[in-house]
């Protein structure tokens, strides 16, 4: 084989990696080690607990919140470290008042923030 036929083949090789890198990142897909999410607070009342789990799993982390809540319009920052393997996750929030509620299927690689909203406490 030519050394030119070489060169256009490895060329090749190298946009179609490109194209298919570009897809699986719009996808969510990432190399990075780590994501981190602003979880706001967009309820009228507080919440006592955040938690979530890889979609489907039904094993609920706990949030470490500030001072163990989160108040109206606050903001909490959290890193999420499982090697960016998930993206899909389940999301639990329990208000003051004991109501809770669930948020399946969010795709956190998607977004860099999630609000979560009065609706859906029961």
């Known amino acids: ?3 030119r036929i070489k060169a256009i083949s490895v060329l090749v090789i190298l946009a179609a990696a490109g194209v298919g890198y570009y897809f699986w990142s719009q ?15 967009n309820s009228w009342d507080t919440l006592n607990s ?9 094993v609920f982390v706990s949030l470490p919140l500030t001072d163990g809540t989160m108040a109206p319009a606050e903001v909490f920052p959290y890193e ?19 109501s809770t509620a669930t948020f399946e299927n969010v795709n956190l690689c998607n977004d860099t ?8 406490f029961e």
Do not use: N, W
């Open 80 to 98: 999420i470290t499982d090697g960016r393997t998930v993206c899909t996750y389940d999301l639990r929030a329990t208000k003051e008042d004991g």
């Open 27 to 41: 996808q969510g897909g990432s190399d990075d080690a780590s994501m981190t999410i602003q979880f706001r607070s």
């Open 50 to 58: 955040v938690e979530l789990s890889p979609a489907g799993a039904d």
């Open 113 to 120: 923030s999630y609000h979560f909203e009065d609706v859906g």
């Open 1 to 3: 084989m030519s050394s």
